[in-house]
């Protein structure tokens, strides 16, 4: 009975089977998968989990994209993750399988990217044995997941799954990995629906209280120098059409970190740019000069704050936050909301607009300080020196932003300098069209990232600004961009250096570049050849126009070596252990600028 | 154009001082699944937090719920994030300050082994008989006593049978539930 079931059930509509019909584990799981949504699983196989790559080969109703390193698949997941809102899957073998997956994890981790990562398991029988392609998976990853599992049965996978995707995705979002004896793979078992799991919270979200939602207002409407500042919470809340509206009806200037990108547009005159460590003087100096900061979604991050002991000193600091552990952690606030973003800034616009009809909020009251940031505005921090001769990397991202401006198009980014410029110089009007990695700051995240932002958006110009290491971390996976026709693009900033460890060392070492420059690059322009991709190099600004022109009309994966100026520097900048109103613009700088306090932070 | 940075006075990462470190007993209780135990111990080494004693053992079969009893010291803020960071454990269904936000019974309990014959033996035996600790084992050169109480009242102890002969201990650590008829 067991096997005719199998084999006549095997695509049929997950929920309409008898419950009691038994499964492998690695068909329920495949099951489990579907009735969660997924369609698109980016994997690598291996030993551990050939009976779930068995269940795949009949399985037409979910896509397998093989990658070339497990750290790729996961990357990809995340890619695919920020980019649709929708919860990236990756599927990885035991031992070296699960180890390689292991900064990916760390990465959504931090960047609260909401991923299951399923990994094989040796049988049950041999785990604790230093079995062959053995690790202690649920251990090694247990600090770099929201959550994981040993699946000890296949009784209770499904179960498990399910459990695993409402974790991933409810309050803060981040990764869950589950990992999966062999022997549970070939086990049989009864399918668990999604209806029938247990779910349990990671974090319970209190209800909104009205006296907090009557409090923040009141302090919005006496504020006379009043700063939002918005984090990438605010695009995991699914919330930028509500600070969209709550910026618009207050009129207040609004500044967001590197992972909030996108959540307001750049284009509105109430933007301030990005803030922290490369961030724009106007964004630094609204935070540094405010009464009220409104933070949403964001965390106080030490790239952002610079030195604590100085930051913001005369706010008053409201901070709305799904995780209650991100409130008071590092600055303490006078008003915490933990809450859904998006249900706060509702509350907030219907409490705002109720006193509007009460009294009208008195704009005059902000004047002087939009003032005020106007003219730091004019002191235009992004400004650079143009080069006749050779490209200028502030330059190249200008330029590409200006060529693709109106399309459809998607950025990620590797780690570096070139990851400031992207942020600075490429301009987002929506929000889940940024992909970097803010939190751990992985270099070889933006070309993986970008092969997953291309699976889920496959008509869309998706495009990595890359740096010209960074990119060789990851760079094998242009052999599955080319395997599934991903016409991705990576645009390379060639400084021929660790591009931001030389600034380092130039600030803070003495201009002792010690292994800081990349000999030996390979020939990007072969080497995509080599892979079946389209190579195109550009040195010279003249040209740089043309040849971007012609990246964006390949079918092809890209390989875009853009050799550029090598020394320069990332600026405005704070360093570290400084204030925000303490920002070194740019020109010279003599490496006197960071104190030695300032040199013992990273 | 440079502006010039007054020297840091921070060190990193620079917790504000939110006045002096108090010690804190939490009270988690969790599902008793495998790993729950290493997820709240990972979570204080990862985070630098300090542990001084900790005890945990099944206390709902039914349901499988487990206490553990955590001694930890912070400032105020420290404490906050510490309960908090907990309560993001999946596992975990709720964590509660009983220093602060209960009237809270606790008790630790220890095994003590003392090695020692004449003068020292009778006093050992007195000061025993003080702290109502019980002779679990006794021999002619060596006791085992069980003592329960407050840590304070433990360390004292301890600390009078130290020259008496005292070779070994064995604490439970910390153990705590909150007095009247609430439930944690
Ligand atoms: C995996 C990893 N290793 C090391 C670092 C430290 N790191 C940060 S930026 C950087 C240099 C990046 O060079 P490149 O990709 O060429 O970008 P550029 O800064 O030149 O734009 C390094 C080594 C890191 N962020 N990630």
New interface residues.
Partial sequence: MTTALKTSGMNEAVSTAPSTAQKSGAELVLDALEEQGVDVIFGYPGGAVLPIYDALHHRSSIQHILMRHEQGAVHAAEGYARSTGKVGVALVTSGPGATNAVTGLADALLDSIPIICISGQVARPFIGTDAFQECDT??IT??CT???Y?A?SAKSLSGIIHEAFH?ARRGRPGPVLVDIPKDVQFEEAAYTPRAEAKN?N???VPDIKNNDIEHAVELMRHARRPVFYTGGGVINAGASAQLRALARQTGFPLTSTLMGLGSFPASDPQWLGMLGMHGSLEANNAMHDCDLMICVGARFD?RVTG???AFSPNSRKIHIDI???S??????VDLAIIGDAGEVMDAMLAEWRRRETQEKHDKVRIAEWLMQIDGWRARKSFQFEPADDRIKPQHAVQRLYELTRGKDVYITTEVGQHQMWAAQYFHFDEPNRWMTSGGLGTMGYGLPAALGVQVAHPDALVIDIAGDASVQMTMQEMSAAVQYGLPIKIFIINNAYLGMVRQWQELLHGRRYSHSYSDSLPDFVKLADAYGGHGIRAEKPHELDAKIEEMLASKKPVLFDCVVTNEENVFPMI????AHN?????????GD??????K??? | ????????????????D?GAAKEAILTVIV?NE??VL??VV?LFS?RGYNIESLTVAEVDVEKHRSRITIVTSGTE?KI??IK??L?????VRRVADVTKESDALTRELALVKISATGDHRVEAMRVAEIFRARPLDTTHTSFIFEVTGARDKINAFLDLLRPLGLTEVSRTGVLSIRRGAETD
Wanted: overall charge negative; hydrophobic content about 30%; aromatic content about 2%.
């Fill in positions: 649920t251990g247990r600090s929201k959550h994981n040993l000890q974790i349990r990671c974090i319970v030490d030195r604590l002991d995780d209650p552990s409130v008071n952690k590092n600055v303490p360093p570290s252990g400084a303490e920002m070194l613009m740019g020109g010279a700088v003599t600028e960071i104190s030695d306090e300032g013992v932070l990273v | 154009m440079n502006t010039t940075t007054t020297p840091s006075q921070s060190v990193y990462p620079v917790t504000p939110q599902d495998p790993g290493s997820r990972g990862a803020q906050e994030q908090a960071q309560g993001r454990l999946v596992p």
